[in-house]
C-alpha cells in the first residue's frame, strides 16, 4: 500500500499523547502492540470472542481486535500498562495477585480492564453483576472462582479509598 | 488478522456520508459501531474497498421521548440503550439490550447498524418487529420513513438505497395493559443466540388477550412474524392452553437450518418452548408484575 493511503492516528494512551502513520486496516490492538509497543494486550482468539484484548476507549472497554486504528484517532484510551502508579499495583491489580485471580496471566489484561469498568459503574456489584461483567473475557486456567473472589476483594478495596 | 485494504472516510454529517457514499459507489461500506462488519472483514467474508466512518458525527447517540414514541439515534449503542431509563419504559427493549453478546461488544454496537447489517441473527429485529417501529432514513434526496416490517427484505438485505443510511429508529410506545418479553438461548455469552423468542402482549382486565405480534429469531432468513401463534392467542384467555396452542404454531412457523448451532429440529423444540417462556412472561408483566427477562447462557 503506498504511503499516501497511510493515515494519521493519534490517540492519548494511558495520559500520553501518542501518535504513528498506519493503514486503515490497522487493528486498534496492532497499534497498541506493534506501533507503540504497549504488549500488555494481549491478542488471543482474534475473533471478537475471548477479551483478552479488553481495553478501555473515553472510559468504556473494548474489544481492540474488533476496531480499526482510525476509530480511536482523538481518544482516550486506557491499556493494563496505565494502571499501577510509580510501581504501585492498582487495587484491582493487587486483589488479583492476592486471590490468585490469575494462573498463566494471558486473559489477566483484559479481565483487569473488564473489572475496572465494572467497580466504575457499579462500585458494590452483587455475584450476578460480576458474571455478566466478566462474561466477555474468557479464562482457560482458574475456573473464574478466584476471580471472582478477586473482583469482590477489589470492590471492598477501592470503597475502603 | 488482516482485513482487504481500505480507505478510510471520516464524516461530519449524515448528509456528507450518503454523497461520499454514492460517490466511492457500491464498494463502499457504512462503518458504525463495527462489531458485525469489522469480524466480517477479518474473515474477509466482506471485502469493502472503502469505509465511511459516521462515528464522529454529533447528534446520533441520542434517546428521546416524543409525544408516545420513543427515538433512538442510529449511534445509539446497546450499552445505552441498557441503561437509558426512557428505554426501560418498553421492558422489551432492555430485555434485549442488555443481553447482546457482552460488554465489551454493548459498548460499542449500535442499534442502527444492528438494524442495517439485517443479520438472521441479529436480536433488534426480532425484537422491534413486535412493537410499531420505523427506520428514518437519509440519502441525497433528503429523508423517507420506513415500516420496520418493510425495511428487511432478506438476509443481510434492506429496501436501503445506494447512498442511503439510518438516521434514527422510531418505537410507538405500547398502550396500557401491555406486556412484552425477550428471550434468546445462546451457547455463551460472546456468542450470536441459537433461537429467540420476542413476544408482545395487550391483555384487557379479564385476563383476555386483545393484541398479539410473537416474532421468531434465528430460525428463517430474517426475524419471523409467527402469525399462526398470535392467532392461538388472540381473543382467548392467557393460560396454558392458549399458551402450549402458540407455541406449537411457533414450532410449525420457523424455517431453521441445521448448523454448528444445533439441527433445525431441536431449533424447532427450543424456539417452542422460548415461545412459551416468553408468552409466560408478558402476561406476569401486562398484569404489573416485575419479571426479569433476557438473554440465557450457561453461566449467567
Not at chain 1, 480499526?68 to 510501581?87: Q, W
Not at chain 1, 489477566?108 to 453483576?129: A, E, I, R, V, W
Amino acid at each position: 500500500m503506498p504511503d499516501a493511503d497511510k493515515i494519521s492516528v493519534r490517540i492519548r494512551v494511558n495520559g500520553e499523547h501518542r501518535e504513528a502513520t498506519v493503514e486503515p486496516r490497522t487493528l486498534l490492538v496492532e497499534f497498541l502492540r506493534n506501533h507503540l509497543n504497549l504488549t500488555g494486550t494481549h491478542i488471543g482468539c482474534d475473533t471478537t470472542y475471548c477479551g483478552a484484548c479488553t481495553v478501555l476507549l473515553d472510559g468504556r472497554t473494548v474489544k481492540s481486535c474488533t476496531l480499526f486504528a482510525p476509530m480511536a484517532d482523538g481518544s482516550e484510551i486506557t491499556t493494563v500498562e496505565g494502571l499501577s502508579t510509580n510501581g504501585n499495583l492498582h487495587p484491582v491489580q493487587k486483589a488479583f495477585a492476592d486471590c490468585h485471580g490469575l494462573q498463566c496471566g494471558y486473559c489477566t489484561p483484559g479481565l483487569l480492564l473488564s473489572t475496572l469498568h465494572l467497580l466504575s459503574k457499579t462500585p458494590k456489584p452483587t455475584d450476578q453483576q460480576i458474571r455478566k461483567a466478566i462474561a466477555g473475557n474468557t479464562c482457560r486456567c482458574t475456573g473464574y472462582q478466584n476471580i471472582f473472589k478477586a473482583v469482590r476483594a477489589a470492590a471492598a478495596d477501592m470503597e475502603k479509598g | 488478522m488482516y482485513s482487504h485494504p481500505f480507505s478510510y472516510h471520516r464524516v461530519a454529517t449524515l448528509e456528507e456520508a450518503s454523497k461520499l457514499l454514492l460517490h466511492l459507489g457500491d464498494e463502499a461500506r457504512v462503518l458504525a459501531g463495527g462489531q458485525s462488519l469489522i469480524p466480517l472483514m477479518k474473515m474477509r467474508l466482506a471485502r469493502p474497498a472503502a469505509l465511511v466512518d459516521i462515528n464522529g458525527i454529533p447528534g446520533l447517540n441520542t434517546i428521546e421521548r416524543v409525544n408516545g414514541e420513543l427515538r433512538f439515534g442510529a449511534l445509539v449503542r446497546h450499552a445505552d440503550m441498557e441503561d437509558s431509563e426512557i428505554a426501560a419504559s418498553i421492558p422489551i427493549l432492555h430485555d434485549c439490550a442488555a443481553g447482546i453478546a457482552d460488554v465489551q461488544v454493548r459498548n460499542q454496537g449500535t442499534i442502527g447498524g444492528s438494524l442495517a447489517e439485517a443479520d438472521p441473527s441479529g436480536d433488534w429485529s426480532a425484537v422491534l418487529l413486535t412493537l410499531d417501529t420505523s427506520v428514518r432514513c437519509v440519502g441525497t434526496n433528503g429523508d423517507r420513513t420506513i415500516p420496520l416490517e418493510e425495511f428487511i427484505k432478506d438476509a443481510y438485505t434492506t429496501v436501503l438505497r445506494p447512498g442511503e443510511l439510518v438516521r434514527e429508529v422510531l418505537v410507538r410506545v405500547p398502550p396500557k395493559g401491555s406486556g412484552s418479553a425477550y428471550v434468546a438461548f445462546k451457547r455463551s455469552a460472546p456468542v450470536y443466540a441459537t433461537v429467540s423468542a420476542a413476544v408482545q402482549l395487550v391483555l384487557d382486565g379479564r385476563n383476555i388477550c386483545k393484541h398479539a405480534r410473537i416474532v421468531l429469531g434465528c430460525v428463517g432468513l430474517t426475524a419471523l412474524r409467527a402469525k399462526d401463534a398470535e392467532e392461538a392467542l388472540r381473543g382467548k384467555a392467557v393460560g396454558e392452553k392458549s399458551i402450549q396452542a402458540a407455541a406449537d404454531a411457533a414450532h410449525e412457523a420457523a424455517q431453521p437450518q441445521s448448523d454448528m448451532r444445533g439441527s433445525a429440529e431441536y431449533k424447532r423444540v427450543l424456539v417452542a418452548a422460548f415461545v412459551k417462556r416468553a408468552i409466560g412472561i408478558a402476561a406476569r408483566r401486562a398484569r404489573g408484575e416485575q419479571v426479569e427477562a433476557g438473554h440465557e447462557y450457561a453461566g449467567r
